[in-house]
């Protein structure tokens, strides 16, 4: 399948398990002021839960959207420490990260839990990002291919055509992430989300295969940020460290733009969400 180029960038950026209240207020307002009035790209921040409702109030008239690292697959009830979708949607996410490789591999998330969450979120109209991945080991003894399909087919089990244009994958090899040591070439990871945009297209339907935006997750810098995103599978940037700097995170979305300029993408397919597709300026 070849990529036909028809998608946006999207740059989210997720702080984990960081900021303080001081912190995540200067930090949101730092980034909203850099972003200004850019539409070009999807922009999106995904704060620890206890402030999503501050961010969301800083985030509220601007051109960058409010997400969350996760969520629990019920919409209430009583499980103690977990947030529902109808809690997120409430103080203004639409998007919500799922199947984190740190929530895969240190928490022991399986591919059938976040299937649960994937589909939920869903329901509940949220953006989801999935990601997928393999370990150091698994790339190593040449099972990419293999963990890959394994998280695609059952992470979206169930899945509706419906809810597709909803849908984010992000690519985030965990042997990659942070400081491992291991980095990724734009080779290794046009490779990959070559192979994901195939065996969705095998799932889904070629067309819903083109219209899949695939991100990158595997430690993105300013200095190394064009390389990937000049990539021609690689539509986007789902930052961790970078994120947590406003500077930073603004420049990569600067290379998002710059990217966007060189391959000339100036027109895209009515078919697919205007939420996804299209900047959205958060109504106050």
């Avoid at 997720?14 to 002021?33: C, E, S």
């Avoid at 969301?56 to 409010?66: A, M, R, T």
């Avoid at 996410?93 to 979120?121: M, P, T, W």
């Avoid at 190394?224 to 789902?238: M, R, T």
Wanted: with cysteine.
């Amino acid at each position: 399948m070849q990529s036909i180029n028809l998608r946006k960038k999207f740059i989210i950026g997720n702080w984990k398990m960081h900021t303080t209240t001081a912190d995540a207020a200067r930090l949101a307002k730092a980034v909203v002021d850099g972003v200004g009035t850019e539409q070009q790209v999807v922009i999106a921040i995904c704060p620890p839960f206890t402030y999503l409702a501050l961010v969301g109030e800083i985030l509220k008239g601007s051109y960058v959207s409010l997400g969350a690292q996760n969520l629990y697959p019920e919409k209430d009830g009583a499980f103690t420490g977990e947030i529902s979708p109808t809690m997120l949607l409430d103080v203004g996410c639409r998007y919500v990260i799922l199947g984190h490789s740190e929530r895969r591999h240190i928490l022991g998330e399986s591919d059938a839990f976040i299937n649960q969450k994937v589909l939920i979120a869903l329901g509940a109209s949220l953006n989801v990002i999935l990601c997928v991945g393999e370990t150091l080991d698994q790339r190593k003894t040449g099972q990419t291919e293999t963990v890959l399909d394994r998280q695609l087919v059952q992470g979206l089990a169930g899945l509706s055509a419906d809810n597709l244009p909803r849908l984010i994958v992000a690519y985030e090899p965990v042997w990659a992430i942070g400081s491992t040591g291991h980095h990724a070439t734009p080779d290794q990871v046009q490779q990959a989300h070559t192979f994901i945009r195939r065996r969705f297209g095998d799932l889904f339907g070629e067309k819903a295969a083109q219209l899949l935006p695939i991100q990158y997750g595997g430690s993105v810098k300013p200095d190394n940020a064009a390389a990937f995103l000049s990539q021609p599978d690689v539509d986007g940037a789902l930052l961790g460290g970078a994120s947590l700097e406003a500077d930073q995170f603004i420049a990569i979305v600067r290379a998002g733009i710059s990217e966007l300029k060189t391959e000339e993408k100036s027109t895209f397919p009515q078919s697919h969400n205007p939420n996804l597709e299209r900047p959205q300026l958060n109504a106050p």
